[in-house]
């Protein structure tokens, strides 16, 4: 049985709810490359953080939900780095785990923050590094 946000919130005390991508489709893919193993990092625009998206917090568990509102995951933030788009490094880009190469992950990124119309090649992000510490799926932990 799923739990819900509140019950995930009384658990973890701090929590705050967050999406990956800005679809429900991207969103699946990237909940499944955590799932994976595959993503274990991510990066959040300022832009976003200056219209009211909580900056993640070193140590706190957060929760990943759908575009549903139905929790998927538990993450902990192990790393937060404030980086211009233009000064991401290969090794923090791949293991966002979307890409094969810095330069994949440029191409992709930048065509995600122009569609979101506010891409600059020297716009700042929050590139975070974390871990899972529950995955909510049926038939885990």
């Excluded at 679809?23 to 959040?44: E, I, M, N």
Aim: charged share 30%; aromatic share 8%; with cysteine.
């Amino acid at each position: 049985m799923t739990r819900t946000v509140a019950e995930l919130q009384a658990q973890y005390p701090g929590a705050v709810t967050y999406k990956f991508g800005n679809a429900p489709g991207l969103s699946r893919v990237l909940v499944d490359l955590v799932r994976t193993g595959k993503k274990r990092a991510t990066c959040l625009s300022q832009w976003s953080v200056d219209k009211g998206e909580a900056l993640p917090v070193v140590g706190r568990c957060d929760i990943v939900v759908d575009f549903d509102e139905v929790p998927q995951l538990v993450t902990r933030t192990l790393e937060l780095v404030p980086v211009r788009f233009c000064d991401m490094t290969e090794e923090m880009a791949l293991m966002e785990g979307e890409d094969e190469t810095l330069e994949g992950w440029r191409r992709q990124h930048e065509g995600y923050y122009r569609d979101m119309g506010i891409f600059e090649p020297d716009m700042l992000l929050h590139w975070e590094r974390f871990e899972v510490v529950e995955d909510l799926s049926e038939g885990t932990r």
